[in-house]
């Protein structure tokens, strides 16, 4: 269980976010712990939405579906999405304790999104 970051550590996993999925379309890519605490993050320059309470929230989501999951007989649902008009959530696990979100539009695919997602969890995974 990690229970602390190295500075260095953060600095890197927020260049992972910034090389792998912010300079490929998404808009914002978060780094969260269970209970919605933001551990890492970076957002495109266009993008001013409240990553606190997208957190906070989609911490809180997760865990619904997953308590779905094991209603319907499944040990989870790693992945989350949900698509929108214009934006759009997907959600990932890292671990057992954390989660990486990210918001992207209509203009990136949810394929290339779920490969670069993948590459950028897989780097982070390496560095923790």
Do not use: Q
Not at 59 to 85: C, P, Q, T, W
Not at 101 to 108: L, P, Q
Request: aromatic share 8%; proline share 1%.
């Amino acid at each position: 269980m990690i229970t602390s970051f190295d500075p260095e550590v953060l600095e890197k996993t927020e260049a992972i976010l910034d090389e792998d999925l912010i300079e490929s379309g998404v808009n914002i890519a978060l780094v969260v712990d269970l209970a919605g605490h933001i551990v890492s993050h970076s957002r495109a320059k266009h993008c001013n939405h409240d990553v606190y309470s997208l957190a906070a929230l989609a911490a809180g989501n997760f865990g619904a579906v997953n308590a779905m999951a094991k209603i319907v007989g499944e040990d989870e649902f790693s992945l989350l999405f949900h698509k929108g008009e214009d934006e759009n959530l997907h959600f990932s696990k890292i671990s057992d304790e954390f989660l990486l979100i990210t918001t992207f539009g209509n203009d990136v695919s949810l394929g290339f999104l779920r490969l670069k997602i993948s590459e950028a969890i897989e780097r982070i995974r390496g560095l923790w």
